[in-house]
């Protein structure tokens, strides 16, 4: 079983930057993509960036020149560097691994962004 534990949510002003993590329980490099999502209240859960393996990285048009995905194979790592919040970025963050033939997500970990 895969295990996915973000970290690095909180509170911070608008216009403020934070750093997420996704820490798997096993090598990165086994997954063909993996990706950052979020949740607001009462709204699905919807992409903010994916990079894959090999390929193009992908990001969701609302956070595009604000959010860099990057992952480290070596740490098992992904990260999401949040640049220029907003409070629309207010949000339940989730990492998800996608090993092609089955995925896994982690609990999430809470961003809220303040006027």
């Known amino acids: 079983q895969v295990q996915l534990v973000e970290s690095g949510g909180g509170l911070v002003q608008a216009g403020g930057s934070l750093r997420l993590s996704c820490a798997a329980s096993?090598?990165?490099?086994?997954?063909?993509?993996m990706g950052w999502y979020r949740q607001a209240p009462g709204k699905q859960r919807e992409l903010v960036a994916s990079i894959p393996r090999g390929g193009i990285i992908s990001y969701a048009d609302f956070v595009k020149g604000r959010f860099t995905i990057s992952r480290d194979n070596a740490e098992n790592t992904v990260y999401l560097q949040m640049n220029s919040l907003k409070p629309e970025d207010t949000a339940v963050y989730y990492c998800?691994?996608?090993?092609?033939?089955?995925?896994?997500w982690g609990r999430g970990t809470q961003v809220t962004v303040s006027s």
């Open positions: 096993r090598s990165t490099f086994t997954f063909s993509s």
């Open positions: 998800k691994a996608d090993s092609g033939r089955l995925y896994y």
